[in-house]
């Protein structure tokens, strides 16, 4: 029997904020992958643990204990500290375990971590589905060799890092593996219908993540999933968590046409964008079930936007707005701190947020330097740790009972600001003075 253990902390803090557990199907997917390859997976979801809410190395090793000799770890990248932290331990005290990294976190900095912690034997980058069986068909079974692998980073002597291979037909690819969870142990639910982004922010890694491609699954499918979730479930409502869900009009509009021809009766949200959207479409997606959307603004600066190249017209969010809010609730969310961002700018972006925050939930978050976005390559001279703790304690909520954790994680940030850039800031000539103004306005500790 060929048994593999999947440890997933992509959301350790499910109360955090007043959050609530969340499905993580890009973990089940791989699952899906595995269990069609005849491999048996121990699939562990650290949020819904009775760990859960700890960020003390003992409690995550607690639960990894008795997992199988080859381990899969998955996180987010403000988490990355703490899994080199555990897998270290883990591969200390069983040399023999064979150490698999994946999913956002340590995709975008895969080549940095297996050259520099020797504990990791590989780095998963791009589809997991693709990558992960066949790696484990080489570990377990002897078939073929890793240098071969799309999307595996490892070293051995030298680095290999093999670029990734893209699923042309996601419909090819099984449903998340819903069975092996408890569903009543998560709150909230998602669904993508398609991998990728037609865009170019400079500042998101998604287009780092995925590559030139936008790969999308049929209507049919993606119907067929939903109508899983809804009524062998029970789901009743869904977060459509394509980066742009609505780049294809025609395609929402059979997306919501199926849904009522099917009877599916789903409430579900979905990413919008301020340049694509329209009354027509709003009015067809509130009718079919939507009941929010959300806008990435990013900069109350017209100047910013286009240096970002997002693509959007500042003139037209307040309408943009006004107009969805007649049909669904909205959100939406600014960033400060781009490198190239003048004092001027950032007051323009503080004019917009205080504006919109009688509206509509909007957040104003700092700027994290993603290695794979193009804005990390052309400012990565300015990269710098951030020494703030209030920001620190935002990303990490450490307590007192965590001063082991929070010294080996300062430790690892500035030895390797590179690698661990989810702690770090560009630091322009200017960045000291934005920091000031927001705290002054005391939207540092609040956004």
């Not at 999947?6 to 803090?13: A, G, I, M």
């Not at 997992?67 to 899994?83: E, I, K």
């Not at 993540?209 to 999308?216: H, S, T």
């Not at 599916?264 to 939507?290: H, P, T, Y």
Request: hydrophobic share 40%; glycine share 6%.
């Amino acid at each position: 029997m060929r048994i593999v253990t999947f440890l997933d902390f992509s959301n350790p803090l499910p109360h955090r904020n007043g959050g609530g557990t969340t499905l993580h199907i890009g973990a089940l997917y791989i699952v899906s992958a595995l269990e069609r390859n005849q491999y048996v997976v121990d699939y562990r979801d650290y949020q819904t643990s009775k760990y859960c809410n700890s960020l003390k190395l003992s409690d995550m090793l607690e639960f990894a204990a008795n997992s199988a000799n080859t381990v899969m770890l998955s996180c987010m990248a403000y988490m990355l500290p703490l899994a080199v932290l555990l897998v270290q331990k883990l591969k200390l005290a069983n040399p023999q375990k064979v150490i698999i990294l994946g999913g956002p976190g340590p995709a975008g900095v895969a080549e940095d971590l297996v050259t520099t912690f020797p504990y990791i034997d590989y780095v998963v980058k791009g589809e997991g589905e693709v990558t992960v069986p066949l790696l484990l068909d080489c570990i377990e079974s002897n078939i073929g060799t890793p240098a071969s692998i799309p999307g595996l980073v490892f070293y051995r002597e030298k680095l290999y890092s093999n670029p990734p291979k893209r699923i042309v037909n996601l419909d090819d690819v099984p449903f998340p593996a819903y069975h092996k969870v408890n569903m009543n142990d998560y709150s909230m639910f998602g669904i993508i219908t398609g991998r990728g982004c037609v865009y170019r922010c400079k500042f998101c890694d998604v287009h780092g993540l995925w590559g030139d491609q936008y790969q999308r699954r049929s209507i049919s499918n993606v119907l067929d999933e939903i109508e899983l979730l809804v009524k062998k479930y029970g789901v009743t409502r869904l977060d459509i968590w394509d980066d742009t869900f609505i780049v294809d009009r025609k395609r929402v509009v059979e997306f919501v046409n199926g849904l009522t021809q099917r009877e599916l009766k789903v409430n579900w949200s979905c990413f919008g964008r301020i340049n694509l959207i329209d009354e027509e479409l709003l009015q067809l997606m509130s009718g079919a079930g939507c009941d929010a959307i959300f806008y990435g603004i990013e900069s109350g600066s017209q100047s910013v936007l286009d240096k970002i190249d997002k693509h959007i017209d500042l003139a037209e969010v307040n309408k943009v707005i006004d107009m969805s809010l007649k049909y669904v609730k909205v959100s939406a969310h600014l960033i400060w701190g781009f490198p190239f961002e003048t004092i001027e700018d950032l007051y323009r972006t503080i004019f917009l947020y205080n504006y919109l925050c009688g509206k509509i939930r909007i957040g104003l978050g700092q700027l994290w330097p993603y290695p794979t976005a193009p804005l990390f390559d052309e400012y990565k001279t300015l990269l710098c740790e951030n020494d703030d703790p209030l920001e620190f304690h935002k990303i990490l909520p450490l307590g007192k009972e965590h001063e082991l954790e929070e010294r080996q994680i300062h430790e690892l940030v500035h030895q390797y600001p590179h690698i661990f850039t989810q702690y770090t800031v560009f630091m322009d000539y200017q960045y000291p003075e934005k920091r000031n103004v927001m705290r002054r306005l005391l939207l540092l500790s609040d956004g």
